[in-house]
């Protein structure tokens, strides 16, 4: 029976996934998720010391990372393991990996190893802080690159230090910019029927990610601090008490900010002297939240995004996780996504955030136990049963 494919968008395309932990995982896991035939290469049981890179394979973590793949091990590090891999490149579109940059060099599986092999070959890398330079050989690692990437000292209450954010977003982007880069190398193979390769890091990922507070200091020489849950330039955009808890209240600009002084019964906030324009508000910040906040405190959050959404102010209720699956909107958007295990259980997955008309993703398949579809792949790529029966032998699979 084949493997059933998520999609039908990518499904002419085979991926050899190398990766491990999360930014590589990630970024595989949007080939896979839109049909890509993606095998993911593990090293074998009986070389692994502890648990494997990225956690216990049963937690959610890597469960929700690892849908929609097919798995096999090989030892990369024996003669005979490199040389098969080297065989499946012969028929493969795109091989990703996340070692440090030394180590598909030691291996001999650097891109221009693979364009002897392949010259269709797309090579996707991501480091921790890029291919070559002063850190090339550092170990990478979100946080880090939270720090370095400058977003830790946006983040968080004013003075109380530098705050990570609560999801490793240096890894999360950079395996979606390395996807990114991969399909675009794919479309523009097919005007010079080559490959190329694609690098990203996590630095250069986080960089990226600070947008225009980056490009405040680029152009401005604007050094941006931590602001809370105040936005940095739009006042009042942030967060608010309520008789029950706290809500979110976005009124960027003049008209927003006159809905906003009527919805709270305050039109004379309007012509107040200190609030009278944009940089005024935004100079008098703290004495524009407490005007809102002692207002907001009378009724429950419930109220007030029925009031607000009736006046057209943006504005919405701030979740626990839980309470973000409840959600209708959440819900009737389906980011909740239901694969079915071999046992028949139902697991749940966050679902992909991008809709498409005629070739939509689906979980089309859990995560695969290690190396269960070893022998398989082994033989669509034209290993005969012998030659697969030596790589047991050997052990480099």
Not at 253 to 258: I, R
Not at 284 to 308: H, L, Q, S
Not at 324 to 349: I, N, T, Y
Request: charge should be neutral; glycine fraction near 10%.
């Amino acid at each position: 029976m084949p493997f059933p494919r998520a999609s039908q968008a990518l499904s002419r395309f085979t991926v050899l996934d190398l990766t491990r932990v999360r930014s590589g995982p990630t970024c595989v896991r949007q080939l896979a998720d839109w049909g890509a035939n993606v095998v993911k290469i593990e090293t074998p049981a009986h070389l692994e010391k502890g648990e494997g890179a990225g956690g216990p394979r049963e937690n959610a973590d890597f469960q929700n990372l690892h849908r929609n793949k097919r798995s096999i091990t090989l030892d990369l590090k024996s003669p005979q393991g490199i040389a098969a891999f080297k065989r499946m490149v012969e028929k493969a579109d795109v091989v990703v990996e996340n070692f440090r940059p030394d180590v598909k060099d030691r291996l001999g599986i650097n891109y221009e190893d693979l364009k002897k092999i392949n010259k269709r070959i797309v090579l996707g890398s991501i480091s921790g802080f890029g291919q070559d330079g002063p850190y090339r050989d550092r170990p990478g690692f979100d946080q880090i690159a939270q720090g370095m990437g400058g977003l830790m000292s946006i983040t968080g209450l004013p003075g109380q230090g530098p705050v990570r954010v609560g999801i490793p977003i240096a890894d999360l982007t950079a395996g979606l910019f390395c996807a990114m880069g991969i399909l675009t190398a794919l479309l523009e193979r097919e005007v010079s029927g080559e490959g190329q390769w694609i690098s990203t890091s996590l630095l250069q990922a986080q960089i990226f990610m600070l947008d225009f507070q980056a490009a405040r200091w680029l152009q401005m020489q604007e050094v941006a601090k931590q602001a809370g849950n105040d936005h940095p330039t739009s006042i009042p955009t942030g967060v608010f008490r309520t008789k029950d808890g706290h809500i979110n209240i976005a009124a960027a600009g003049q008209v927003m900010w006159e809905r906003t002084c009527a919805a709270i019964g305050a039109p004379e906030l309007v012509d107040h002297p200190d609030f009278a324009s944009g940089a005024l508000r935004s100079k008098n910040r703290a004495a524009v939240n407490a005007e809102i906040d002692k207002r907001t405190a009378g009724k429950t959050g419930a109220e007030w995004i029925a009031i607000f959404n009736k006046t057209g102010v943006p504005c919405g209720p701030i979740y626990s996780i839980d309470q973000v699956f409840a959600d209708e909107q959440v819900k009737h958007l389906g980011m909740a996504a239901a694969g079915r295990r071999p046992d028949g259980s139902e697991q749940l997955f966050v679902a992909q955030p991008v809709s498409l008309s005629r070739t939509p993703s689906r979980i089309a398949a859990t995560p695969p136990e290690q190396g269960e579809h070893t022998d398989e792949v082994l033989k669509e790529f034209g290993f005969a049963d012998a030659e697969i029966a030596e790589l047991h032998k050997a052990k480099a699979v």
